[in-house]
């Protein structure tokens, strides 16, 4: 079969050629006179993943800022984009999905992912408790948008149903109900979706952390008289702030990007869009770069501050150990 | 643990044996079969083996297989292989593919108008002049106008379908007493007598279609405004020369929601008026076989959708009557659609695949799978596998049919693969008609 030989060859050749370019990187770094070999090595080893983020990132993200300025055939046109965006009912309506999604997806999946953590922890059978919660992190977001798709359908009162929730309200005597087609609940049953994938990131990271709070710190306090709920309040939990926080950000800025679902499930219709599933709509479907490269920047500015906050917690907190 | 030890290049070696089976897997009709059909028909096209060309369409699952087994003979006897991939979101992505450089080779495209956005935008090759001179000889003027764009011609109709079919059970209505009907008034009657018999709704309807959902519903207000407000009306709202929301076509909105938005009329078989949103285009028929649903408005392509063994005749399980005329003073109109066939290379072996699928050789393989029907004037109805199959090739082919092209499919892609089908569904999801033709009427570019 000459196509698995040719694929074969193409990643021996890629491999040949990574393998070139850190022993020319070596090379040049090792040869360098004694005085600067430091700033030589540093200015070696990033070098290749500098010019990367130089051409993948940081020139599309200011071309991108650019053409957030122009219109549907390239002319600058100002503000008008962002005047758009915040006056359109549309958009205004993508814009309020997404602050729905950013606030209400991390607090749930954290809290539910903790608390499962919390009460899994020491007990018989932890691992395959954790594994179960964890399984939806290992489907794609597409196919967890079609599956629930599925244990959504719909179909008349008195028929026979084919989603799973509306064959169980049928069951007990409810009529079926349409979960996906009436803004603003229609959102919280997406939410469902991305909750249900992310609380096994959470658990699994806030497991190993609880793990990880000192048994000393906990006996003290039950020997103090504190009940299970005063010792996780003031124990459990600020022993694992750095972990909360991380799980915490890494969500919301997960949450921000969520395209996927709104994609798969309803396509944007029915007043679920959020910011980047119009972004991908008014670039590409709707012929309109700017409003999209506008979109694309307004979501930059909203994950930015949570980067910068999770970089300064992380830096504290290896500050303290 | 000495299992560990092992698993570590064990399950890197199975992630790199699974990726590379990915990638390798596709594409394997590469036809060496020792097939040794008769390949003078297919001489004129000459010799390429070894050559591939990419093709990229909307066509999935049956209609796709059919269509890969209609060239089969071309790539024995020519060498050339076809890599011939499906999508439900070509729409959006051909845009995509054509800006980043990753375009296939040829693109079919369901509407002019996206076909016209992708040749102003330079990405299309114009078509060889073999094509156009087959184009000339084998179909109507008509048909060679959806292929140019300002003055150019860019590609070769494929397949057809004729619109606004109304598809019915002959046992069902035989059974009840219901007759065909002949006018609009007719079968708003005949709408409201099913209704009231309480035995069935009288239409199903289904919407659902991805990144799509919507576009079945852009059918029914094309048909009611080619019937009602006539062709002139017709041509000057596709052209854009009176407003997407002039009265006219709020009027034609209101007409269908007369049935579409009605509980007591839809939706068979599903529920109310908005499960039309949640069913899907394909399925939607379904209910009239099960005698859940009466009548179900969709093109003629709606025939590969039926089960395996559906019988497709006039005395049969299911068949089609054409959505009536309100004015019968002003003769049969008909909407419909067609694929373009367009290049984004100008390799020889492209051009002889365009050739191909321009010749009356591939209409007469391709309608002899069933299913599809082309408007090639070199091909012979007898071919066609059902009787339906062949009254819509007839109606085609009669000079007196006014034949109007699918409106949605030359507006500006902006609209008609955007905007109108998110107006259409946020009118079955409670929006006024004037609110929904208002908000596709500011959608319209301005060019």
Same mark, same amino acid.
């Given at each position: 079969? @000459?196509? %698995?030989? *040719?694929? $074969?060859? !193409?990643?021996? %050749?890629?491999?040949?050629?990574?393998?070139?370019i850190i022993g020319i990187i070596m090379l040049v770094v090792d040869r360098a006179p004694k005085s600067v070999k430091d700033k030589v090595t540093v200015a070696g080893f990033l070098a290749p993943a500098a010019i990367l983020m130089l051409v993948g990132?940081?020139?599309?993200?200011?071309?991108?800022?650019? $053409?957030?300025? &122009?219109?549907?055939?390239?002319?600058?046109?100002?503000?008008?984009?962002?005047?758009?965006?915040?006056? !359109?009912?549309?958009? $205004?309506? &993508?814009?309020?999905?997404?602050?729905i999604w950013t606030v209400l997806v991390p607090l749930l999946s954290t809290s539910f992912g903790l608390a499962y953590a919390v009460f899994i922890d020491k007990a018989r059978g932890e691992k395959v408790l954790k594994s179960l919660v964890f399984m939806p992190m290992a489907i794609s977001f597409v196919g967890a948008? %079609? %599956?629930?798709?599925?244990?959504?359908?719909?179909?008349?009162?008195? #028929?026979?149903?084919?989603?799973?929730?509306?064959?169980l309200r049928d069951a007990l005597g409810l009529d079926p109900k349409q979960f996906l087609l009436d803004a603003p609940e229609n959102t919280i049953f997406l939410i469902v979706v991305m909750v249900w994938i992310q609380t096994g990131f959470a658990m699994v990271i806030l497991s190993a952390a609880i793990k990880g709070v000192p048994v000393e710190l906990i006996e003290a306090a039950r020997l103090d008289g504190a009940n299970a709920w005063q010792q996780f309040r003031n124990v459990t939990v600020p022993g694992i702030r750095g972990a909360l926080v991380v799980v915490l950000t890494t969500i919301t800025i997960a949450t921000l990007k969520v395209f996927d679902i709104v994609r798969t499930m309803t396509a944007g219709n029915y007043d679920t869009s959020v910011v980047a599933n119009e972004m991908y709509t008014q670039a590409f479907r709707a012929g309109e770069p700017g409003r999209g490269a506008a979109l694309a920047l307004i979501l930059f500015l909203m994950v930015l501050p949570i980067v910068v906050y999770n970089a300064r917690v992380l830096r504290k907190q290896r500050e303290i150990h | 643990m000495k299992k560990t030890k092992y698993l570590l290049p064990v399950a890197t070696a199975g992630v #790199?044996?699974? &990726?590379?089976?990915?990638? +390798?897997? @596709?594409?394997?009709?590469?036809? +060496? &079969?020792?097939?040794?059909? @008769?390949?003078?028909?297919? @001489?004129?096209?000459?010799?390429?083996? *070894?050559?591939?060309? +990419?093709?990229? +369409?909307t066509i999935v699952d049956t209609e796709a297989t059919n269509l890969e087994e209609s060239w089969k003979q071309f790539e024995q006897c020519t060498g050339i292989t076809i890599k011939y991939e499906g999508s439900k979101e070509f729409e959006t992505q051909i845009g995509v593919r054509a800006q980043s450089g990753t375009a296939p080779d040829v693109a079919i495209f369901p509407q002019p108008g996206l076909l016209a956005t992708q040749a102003r935008a330079g990405y299309l090759k114009p078509a060889p002049k073999t094509v156009s001179d087959l184009v000339d000889k084998n179909w109507s003027p008509d048909w060679k106008k959806y292929g140019t764009v300002d003055g150019t011609y860019y590609g070769a109709p494929m397949l057809a379908n004729v619109k606004g079919y109304v598809w019915y059970s002959p046992k069902t209505f035989k059974d009840k007493g219901w007759e065909v009907p002949k006018t609009w008034a007719q079968m708003m009657d005949l709408t409201k007598k099913i209704a009231d018999d309480k035995t069935m709704k009288p239409w199903c309807a289904g919407f659902e279609s991805g990144e799509a959902t919507g576009w079945p519903g852009t059918d029914w207000i094309e048909d009611v405004v080619l019937r009602a407000q006539g062709p002139e009306v017709y041509d000057q709202w596709v052209n854009h020369q009176i407003p997407f929301n002039d009265p006219k076509i709020v009027k034609a909105f209101d007409q269908v929601g007369d049935i579409l938005l009605n509980p007591a009329y839809v939706n068979g078989g599903f529920g109310d008026p908005r499960s039309i949103l949640s069913t899907a285009f394909a399925q939607a028929g379904q209910p009239v076989l099960d005698g859940q649903c009466a009548m179900h408005h969709q093109a003629s392509f709606q025939a590969a959708n039926w089960p395996a063994g559906t019988n497709v005749a006039e005395d049969g399980d299911v068949w089609a009557f054409m959505t009536p005329p309100v004015d019968e003073s002003k003769g049969t109109a008909i909407t419909g659609?067609?694929?373009?066939?367009?290049?984004?290379?100008?390799?020889?072996?492209? !051009?002889?695949? #365009?050739?191909?699928?321009?010749?009356?050789?591939f209409a007469n393989n391709r309608v002899k799978l069933g299913g599809a029907i082309s408007a090639n004037k070199g091909l012979d109805p007898n071919n066609a596998q059902s009787a339906l199959d062949k009254q819509s090739i007839q109606l085609l082919q009669d000079p007196k049919t006014v034949f109007r092209f699918d409106g949605s499919d030359l507006m500006p892609s902006a609209v008609g693969s955007n905007s109108f089908w998110k107006g259409i569904v946020s009118w079955i999801n409670g929006s006024s008609s004037q609110q929904v033709t208002d908000s596709i009427e500011a959608s319209w570019p301005k060019s």
């Open positions: 079969m @000459d196509f %698995i030989g *040719g694929k $074969l060859l !193409q990643v021996v %050749i890629a491999l040949a050629i990574f393998a070139a990132l940081v020139y599309p993200a200011v071309r991108t800022s650019m $053409l957030a300025f &122009t219109d549907a055939s390239g002319n600058g046109n100002g503000f008008d984009n962002f005047v758009w965006m915040f006056t !359109q009912p549309e958009a $205004l309506t &993508t814009l309020r999905n997404t602050v948008g %079609i %599956i629930w798709k599925l244990v959504y359908d719909y179909r008349g009162p008195g #028929l026979e149903q084919t989603g799973v929730i509306n064959f | #790199l044996a699974l &990726t590379l089976s990915a990638c +390798s897997g @596709d594409g394997g009709g590469g036809g +060496s &079969t020792a097939g040794s059909s @008769d390949c003078s028909a297919y @001489d004129t096209y000459g010799k390429h083996d *070894g050559k591939t060309v +990419s093709v990229y +369409s659609g067609g694929e373009t066939v367009g290049a984004y290379k100008d390799t020889p072996e492209v !051009q002889a695949y #365009l050739a191909f699928m321009a010749s009356a050789d």
